[in-house]
């Protein structure tokens, strides 16, 4: 009704959300309003510590062990992990497990999450203190207006709060900094926000976001994340190689149902998930021609398990084996479970190798990955990456070929948005070489397709083989 007026009085109501910077060698420092603020640490849109960050397995999933040190409030908990997993871990190769009391077979490192009456905040990054976070669920005295009696956020105010102030707390814990922080935001310039700290260890992960779930200048307690936000976790963190989801689809990749139609068990809602659109195709009916097919076999299971295959073209760098007997020691493995299932599906892995891999929704997470980069396409060619499963030396170009590099022209000559001059480049001592196709896949080579999606200029029929 008085959006301005209602929106500035809010803000003067509000306490900002803060957060401890951790830094190794100095502790937090108090300030008089209650804001908690790092001394002697700096850090990219998204605004990180990239030495802070969780750590990812070879199978490219980042393990982030969370527990409550509070008991009870179970509905408000389930608020806080519903939104950052439907947010952080959704979108990334970020796992949040656990979710119970802390105690003593929580993983030294985890987030320990301490509910009190408290300024919400917590530690930047990966981190062994206890608490690590703490949350307030109450409001009674930090941030009344989340449960006083005006109506001031969209449907309760307390739910919707407890939700957004958790979705900026995990922020800090998977290694990010308040965004206003970021070297980008300046006086004068668009989405301004006068609350700057300097930090040392900083990285500028995207350009500055005025709309970052981590700005205190964004829109207060949005339990969502910024189109930037998404962009700049997938550069930190990235997106699985391949993963198994037994819950649908994942917003990031290319998913392919797996489905058996004669099994009763919830076998309608399970898809095998990858960061680039390969061309995998499942068939319940036996082999398909043409393909390079993988049985999946469960001789356990009655419901017809012996004729089903998971297909690449005869040209993927993909290799897939199965194991029903549990993972294959040196190999990377997704864990075929659909927990629903009685039939001995807890012994079941998709193993893969592929050694390299076009991404067009974020690094490859567990792999070495390169910036695909060309600033004058405007059709999302900000988070495209190249990347291998052991670091082949690759580098990109998009203002032509490296010196002293073996380099491959990458063009696609019915884009007008200057591919001409764009080159992927190895070692001049590496094995690879490199044969690009704007046309379809080379005969007889391994090809790596390379596609962008969002891209209308035919980038559909471009493959890098070799
Ligand atoms: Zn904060």
Known sequence: MHPEGYRASLFLKLPLLSVLLFACEAPPEALPDGELLAVGTQQQRLYGNPASYWLTSPEGLTDVPVCWLTAGMDTEKGWVRETVESQWDMWSSVRFTGWGPCNASTPPFAIRIQVDESTPRAYVGRTNLNPSMWLNFNFNSWSTACSDWWDNFPGDDREYCIRGVALHEFGHALGFFHEQDSPGNQPGTSGYCDNTVTHQNGTMITVYDSYSTMNYCAEWGRPTLSALDLEGLRIAYGVPPFEFSSLGTRPWSACTQLSESADPYTWNDNYLCSASPQGLRWSAVGPIAGQRCTQLLETSDPHTWDDNYLCVPPESP?????????????????????????????????????????????????????????????????????????????????????????????????????????????????????????????????????????????????????
């Open 318 to 466: 993909v290799q897939f084996t199965w194991s029903s007997v549990g993972p294959i020691a040196g190999q990377r493995c997704t864990q075929l479970l659909e927990a629903s299932d009685p039939h001995s599906w807890d012994n079941n892995y998709l193993c893969f190798s592929q050694r390299l891999v076009f991404s067009p929704w974020g690094r490859v997470a567990g792999y070495f990955c390169n910036q695909i980069k060309e600033a004058s396409d405007p059709h999302s060619w900000n988070d495209n990456w190249l990347c291998s499963q052991v670091d082949e030396g690759i580098r990109f170009s998009s203002t032509g070929p490296i010196a002293n590099m073996k380099c491959t022209l990458v063009n696609e000559p019915s884009d007008p948005h200057t591919w001409n001059d764009n080159y992927v480049c190895v070692p001049n001592t590496s094995n690879l070489n490199f044969q690009w196709s704007a046309v379809g896949p080379v005969q007889g080579k391994t090809c790596v397709q390379w596609n962008e999606p969002s891209d209308p200029d035919a980038w559909n029929d471009n493959y890098l083989c070799y």
